[in-house]
């Protein structure tokens, strides 16, 4: 306290404080004189505020000094409830000397050239070098000091760029659906940008190595290494996958994939090896093991591992469902799962006061029911407010980082970032670890579904806030997909534009869809799941004449869905798609109920209602499946 106190009174007379900084408390707290330096000189830019412990706790929390941000503005129980959080996740190790790439075996892969390797650091430790390697800019947000990075050009993925190798006469070869997201690549060209990312990494002087696990449950669980140049880039996958509670987790660790990030690097041969670009993400199933160049989002990290689970869970004796959704849990036990693509509101919907978090994004449904895949979420910062979005608004704080986040200086020249400024993209991202959200469901495993929701972003301002669907319109919904890329979540992407992706999750589905229709449609039956559609899209006209739906009419009828009252609702048959529409729900405007009546022109609505539904069937042409029936009628 009075090491904090005395360096906020001097912040401005500078002799004084470089004596504090150089002298005083490096020989009274027994710190490193390098990270009180650090600290000092990042505050009058970024204001980092900092306390500074005793030799004593810093000899209890770990091996290396620590510097510890805290939160000078907003203080709760929830906040010191993290701190305790982040704390306990202590499995760090630091190995140096000329063998230390052999010590954690990154020599089977090819590299050895690295002689100090941090491996799985500690939050705060993560923190400390990503100021000391000047990886990005400190920001000051009501609930906390958290890390913000700038990720160049790539501010979404760059599906085009993605990659699996065809091993002919493999298992992957047979079952991988061979298209134009699924685009193969062959051995030999996989060997070679293994060769050039392994050969780059062992010119490197230290790397990190992050171990962790993918799926909640023990069953199915996956083990995953990352190695990584940058401390921001570990501190993602730190917040993102779960994380070892124990060093013997992670002793003599042999993964199930690795990935190799050389994000600085790119494929200068990329049209020898017959790629679209000098970006490069590419997986070989066979050698467990993939490598990206060219891009620095993180979200590369996130997905790849995802379409890995989407591969081998279905194949699973027994099969094992892989969901692109959200999921929570009420307190009577009743699990709801929130389907769609990225800017639907999976992670928003699911982020629910009144309910407890499973995960925001990716989920397996087994025999015992629902489990997350994940350690944390990847919340869109879009017009992020603490009203709208209170749980996500909170949970940015110290151990977060957000991503491609406008930054603005306040009057004293603190830098806040400013979530309505999209100027650097729509897609702006916040990862933090789960216990950032208050009410997480800690086992992190639920039981079966009662409710299905699918979330879709109708660009068009065709489809009502809600509708109930039968079993068999929930299949073909599912299969459909429909929604809008939303502005940012993939290169080239600026404004809405109509898709359909099976699944809600074609980009990530190495299966061809009617597998994993196959086994919802078995859950569902077996469990009598219900089903649903909500479009958190556009009402009163399409994209640039109506409105999109506001979170508080979204959030309407997701809570009638979870109290029963809209199954209990009045409704009324929708003249095209044929879904049941609730006459009235509480909290939403009845003329938004029924699309058509949001419009003041009746006939535009009626002929973009019919050249919607002529996408719908079209795009269910390739299926030939009987489940077309149950799509719209033209």
Same mark, same amino acid.
């Given at each position: 306290?009075?090491?904090?106190?005395?360096?906020? /009174?001097?912040?401005?007379?500078?002799?004084?404080?470089?004596?504090?900084?150089?002298?005083?408390?490096?020989?009274?707290?027994?710190?490193? *004189?390098?990270?009180?330096?650090?600290?000092?000189?990042?505050?009058?830019?970024?204001?980092?505020?900092?306390?500074?412990?005793?030799?004593?706790?810093?000899?209890?929390?770990?091996?290396?000094?620590?510097?510890?941000?805290?939160?000078?503005?907003?203080?709760?129980?929830?906040?010191?409830?993290?701190?305790?959080?982040?704390?306990?996740?202590?499995?760090?190790?630091?190995?140096?000397? #000329?063998?230390?790439?052999?010590?954690?075996?990154?020599?089977?892969?090819?590299?050895?050239?690295?002689?100090?390797?941090?491996?799985?650091?500690?939050?705060?430790?993560?923190?400390?070098?990503?100021?000391?390697?000047?990886?990005?800019?400190?920001?000051?947000?009501?609930?906390?000091?958290?890390?913000?990075?700038?990720?160049? *050009?790539?501010?979404?993925?760059?599906?085009?760029?993605?990659?699996?190798?065809?091993?002919?006469?493999?298992?992957?070869?047979?079952?991988?659906?061979?298209?134009?997201? !699924?685009?193969?690549?062959?051995?030999?060209?996989?060997?070679?940008?293994?060769?050039?990312?392994?050969?780059?990494?062992?010119?490197?002087?230290?790397?990190?190595?992050?171990?962790?696990?993918?799926?909640?449950?023990?069953?199915?669980?996956?083990?995953?290494?990352?190695?990584?140049?940058?401390?921001?880039?570990?501190?993602?996958?730190?917040?993102?996958?779960?994380?070892?509670?124990?060093?013997?987790?992670?002793?003599?660790?042999?993964?199930?994939?690795?990935?190799?990030?050389?994000?600085?690097?790119?494929?200068?041969?990329?049209?020898?090896?017959?790629?679209?670009?000098?970006?490069?993400?590419?997986?070989?199933?066979?050698?467990?093991?993939?490598?990206?160049?060219?891009?620095?989002?993180?979200?590369?990290?996130?997905?790849?591992?995802?379409?890995?689970?989407?591969?081998?869970?279905?194949?699973?004796?027994?099969?094992?469902?892989?969901?692109?959704?959200?999921?929570?849990?009420?307190?009577?036990?009743?699990?709801?799962?929130?389907?769609?693509?990225?800017?639907?509101?999976?992670?928003?919907?699911?982020?629910?006061?009144?309910?407890?978090?499973?995960?925001?994004?990716?989920?397996?449904?087994?025999?015992?029911?629902?489990?997350?895949?994940?350690?944390?979420?990847?919340?869109?910062?879009?017009?992020?407010?603490?009203?709208?979005?209170?749980?996500?608004?909170?949970?940015?704080?110290?151990?977060?980082?957000?991503? !491609?986040? *406008?930054?603005?200086?306040?009057?004293?020249?603190?830098?806040?970032?400013?979530?309505?400024?999209?100027?650097?993209?729509?897609?702006?991202?916040?990862?933090?670890?789960?216990?950032?959200?208050?009410?997480?469901?800690?086992?992190?495993?639920?039981?079966?579904?009662? !409710?299905?929701?699918?979330?879709?972003?109708?660009?068009?301002?065709?489809?009502?806030?809600?509708?109930?669907?039968? #079993?068999?319109?929930?299949?073909?919904?599912?299969?459909?997909?429909?929604?809008?890329?939303?502005?940012?979540?993939?290169?080239?992407?600026?404004?809405?534009?109509? /898709?359909?992706?099976?699944?809600?999750?074609?980009?990530?589905?190495?299966?061809?869809?009617?597998?994993?229709?196959?086994?919802?449609?078995?859950?569902?039956?077996?469990?009598?799941? /219900?089903?649903?559609?909500?479009?958190?899209?556009?009402?009163?006209?399409?994209?640039?004449?109506?409105?999109?739906?506001?979170?508080?009419?979204?959030?309407?009828?997701? /809570?009638?869905?979870?109290?029963?009252?809209?199954?209990?609702?009045?409704?009324?048959?929708?003249?095209?798609?044929?879904?049941?529409?609730?006459?009235?729900?509480?909290?939403?405007?009845?003329?938004?109920?029924?699309?058509?009546?949001?419009?003041?022109?009746?006939?535009?609505?009626?002929?973009?209602? *019919?050249?919607?539904?002529?996408?719908?069937?079209?795009?269910?042409?390739?299926?030939?499946?009987?489940?077309?029936?149950?799509?719209?009628?033209?």
């Amino acid at each position: 306290i009075f090491a904090q106190t005395l360096a906020s /009174n001097m912040l401005k007379a500078t002799a004084i404080r470089t004596i504090v900084r150089n002298k005083f408390l490096p020989r009274a707290l027994g710190i490193e *004189k390098a990270v009180v330096t650090r600290a000092f000189d990042a505050w009058p830019k970024n204001r980092l505020y900092s306390t500074l412990q005793t030799r004593d706790s810093i000899q209890r929390s770990s091996n290396s000094p620590l510097v510890h941000c805290v939160n000078l503005r907003k203080k709760s129980t929830a906040a010191v409830e993290t701190l305790a959080a982040r704390d306990s996740y202590n499995v760090a190790t630091t190995i140096t000397g #000329p063998n230390a790439c052999e010590e954690i075996n990154l020599t089977s892969l090819g590299i050895d050239g690295p002689e100090i390797i941090y491996h799985n650091l500690t939050f705060q430790e993560l923190l400390e070098h990503e100021i000391a390697n000047g990886e990005g800019e400190i920001a000051e947000t009501e609930y906390g000091q958290t890390f913000t990075v700038d990720t160049g *050009k790539f501010t979404g993925r760059s599906p085009t760029d993605k990659w699996v190798v065809l091993n002919k006469g493999s298992e992957s070869a047979e079952n991988i659906d061979w298209n134009e997201i !699924n685009q193969s690549t062959t051995p030999e060209v996989f060997d070679e940008l293994f060769e050039k990312a392994t050969s780059y990494f062992s010119t490197k002087e230290k790397a990190y190595v992050f171990d962790c696990f993918c799926g909640a449950n023990p069953k199915t669980q996956k083990k995953v290494r990352f190695v990584h140049e940058m401390a921001w880039q570990q501190h993602f996958v730190t917040n993102m996958f779960i994380r070892p509670e124990t060093k013997e987790e992670i002793e003599n660790f042999e993964p199930d994939f690795t990935i190799i990030n050389a994000c600085s690097q790119v494929d200068d041969d990329w049209e020898k090896h017959g790629l679209n670009s000098e970006v490069a993400v590419v997986f070989n199933i066979e050698k467990k093991c993939a490598v990206i160049f060219g891009t620095w989002y993180g979200g590369e990290n996130k997905k790849g591992i995802f379409s890995l689970m989407n591969y081998w869970l279905p194949m699973n004796d027994p099969a094992v469902l892989p969901m692109h959704c959200s999921a929570n849990v009420g307190k009577d036990g009743d699990t709801a799962l929130f389907f769609g693509l990225s800017g639907t509101g999976k992670t928003t919907l699911s982020a629910d006061p009144q309910r407890a978090l499973i995960g925001d994004d990716e989920h397996g449904w087994d025999s015992d029911g629902v489990f997350n895949f994940e350690g944390g979420c990847y919340a869109k910062t879009i017009n992020l407010s603490e009203e709208t979005e209170p749980d996500i608004y909170r949970a940015i704080r110290t151990d977060a980082m957000l991503e !491609n986040v *406008k930054l603005v200086e306040d009057k004293d020249g603190v830098l806040i970032p400013d979530f309505f400024d999209v100027s650097k993209t729509q897609n702006g991202r916040v990862s933090y670890p789960i216990f950032h959200i208050d009410a997480y469901h800690e086992p992190q495993m639920a039981g079966h579904p009662d !409710n299905i929701i699918f979330l879709t972003c109708d660009a068009f301002g065709v489809l009502p806030p809600v509708s109930k669907l039968t #079993p068999g319109q929930a299949m073909y919904h599912f299969i459909s997909g429909y929604t809008a890329k939303v502005a940012g979540t993939e290169r080239g992407i600026t404004e809405p534009v109509p /898709n359909f992706s099976a699944c809600f999750g074609a980009a990530f589905l190495p299966l061809h869809p009617t597998r994993y229709a196959e086994l919802l449609q078995e859950k569902m039956e077996t469990h009598g799941s /219900n089903a649903w559609l909500v479009n958190t899209g556009w009402a009163g006209g399409m994209y640039g004449v109506g409105e999109r739906m506001s979170i508080k009419t979204t959030r309407s009828c997701i /809570n009638g869905i979870l109290d029963g009252s809209a199954a209990e609702a009045d409704y009324v048959q929708d003249s095209a798609f044929g879904f049941d529409i609730p006459v009235s729900l509480s909290g939403v405007d009845p003329d938004l109920l029924n699309p058509r009546n949001a419009w003041m022109d009746k006939d535009e609505y009626d002929s973009t209602a *019919k050249k919607l539904s002529g996408m719908f069937v079209k795009n269910f042409e390739k299926y030939d499946s009987p489940i077309s029936q149950f799509g719209p009628k033209v």
